[in-house]
C-alpha cells in the first residue's frame, strides 16, 4: 500500500513510517519542519523520504497514487491552542478537512485521522465511549471535533475515513517531547530528583504509549475495510486510566531518590475517564503493549544512556509551545504560521 503520513518529524510521526515500512508499506512523509531541532537520539535506522511542506499547501498532484492517508500533522496540545487560536482553526480544522476533500477528489481510498481523547473534557459519569457526547473545553480539542463532524459525511464506497481518538501519548522517540504529562514528570525526577504539583493531582486522564498509538495506526491501515468505515476508536486501554497523581507516583516509583510533593489547588477541570472496549474487541490485532510503569521505565533508561541534561530537558526543542514562541519571536514564521520568505 502507499501511504502518506502526515507529520512525519513529529513525537508520533517519527515513529510510525518505520512500523509501516517494515511491513511492506511504502511511505510519504509531508512535514512543515518546525520542530527540526527536536532531536533526542538517534532512534531508527529506516525514515520516509518527506516533503517539507505546509498541509495547507498540499497539492492534488502531491496524492496523486496514494491508497491511504495517515493525517496527525497539527497545531499539537493545549497550550499551542490558546497560543494563536485562530490560526489553530486554519490548520488543524480547515487544513484538515481541505486535505480529506482533495484525498477524496483523487481516489484515495482510506483517510485515518488523528483525534484526541481530549474531545470529552469534563465527563463526570463512568467510562466515556465513542457514543458518549463530547466536551471540548480548549481551542485543540474544538478543532478534533470538527473535524470529525466535517469529514464523516464525505465518506462512501469509494473514501473510507476513520478516526483514532487518542489517549494522552507518552513514551520515548527520537523527536521527544516533554509537555506531555508523563514524559514531563520523568525529566523533572531525572533533572531535579523532585516532582513538585502545583495540585492536588485528582483529574482523570487516560494514557497510551505513542508506540502502541502506531500499533492503532498500523491496524486500522490493514483492517478489512467494513471494520473500520466512518468509525471512531478510542486509542488506549481501560486499565490505564489514571488520575494526574497515579502517575507522579509511579514516576518517582522507578526514578531512585525522587521527592514527590502534592499541592492544594483544585483539579483542572479537564477530568474524564475513558472506555476503549471498542478497539480492543473491534480492531483486529490491536492490544495496548504498555503501561505506565513501563513507559516510565523506559525514560529512565534512555535518560541514563543518553546522560540527558537539564538543559536538553528544558530546552525549546522539545516543547511546543517554547519552539513555535521562538520562531514567531524570530520572525522565522509569519502572523499565519507560514514560512517566512527572506
Known sequence: MRILVTGTEGYLGSLLPPLLIERGHEVIGVDTGYYKVGWLYNG????????????????????????????????SNDPTGQLAPHITYEINHKGSVRLAKLAKEAGVRRFVYMSSCSVYGVATEGDV???????????YAECKTMVERDVKP??????????????TAFGASPRMRFDIVLNN???LAWT????????????WRPLVHALDICKAIVCAVEAPRDIVHNQVFNVGDTANNYRVKEVAEIVAQVFPDCKLSFGTQGA?????????????????????DWNAQRGAQQ????????DM??????????????????????????????????
Open 185 to 187: 514528570l520523568a525529566g
Open 299 to 306: 525514560l529512565y533508561d534512555l535518560f541514563s544512556q543518553i
Open 268 to 288: 483542572d477541570n479537564r477530568s474524564y475517564r475513558v472506555s476503549f472496549e471498542k478497539i480492543n474487541t473491534v480492531l483486529p490485532g490491536f492490544k495496548c
Open 129 to 139: 465511549t465513542e457514543e458518549s457526547p463530547v466536551n471540548p473545553q480548549t481551542a
Open 44 to 75: 531508527t535506522e529506516i525514515t520516509a523520504k518527506t516533503l517539507n511542506k505546509d498541509i495547507r499547501h498540499i497539492t492534488p498532484e502531491d496524492v496523486q497514487g496514494v491508497d491511504a492517508i495517515v493525517h496527525m500533522a497539527d497545531l
Open 154 to 167: 464525505l465518506a462512501d464506497d469509494d473514501f473510507s475515513p476513520t478516526f483514532m481518538r487518542n489517549a
Open 192 to 203: 531535579t530528583k523532585e516532582i513538585k504539583m502545583t495540585s492536588d493531582g485528582t483529574p
Open 309 to 342: 541534561t537539564e538543559e536538553v530537558f528544558l530546552s525549546r526543542g522539545f516543547t511546543r509551545l517554547k519552539q513555535l514562541e521562538y520562531l514567531i519571536r524570530t520572525q522565522q514564521i509569519d502572523k499565519d504560521f507560514f514560512w517566512s520568505q527572506k
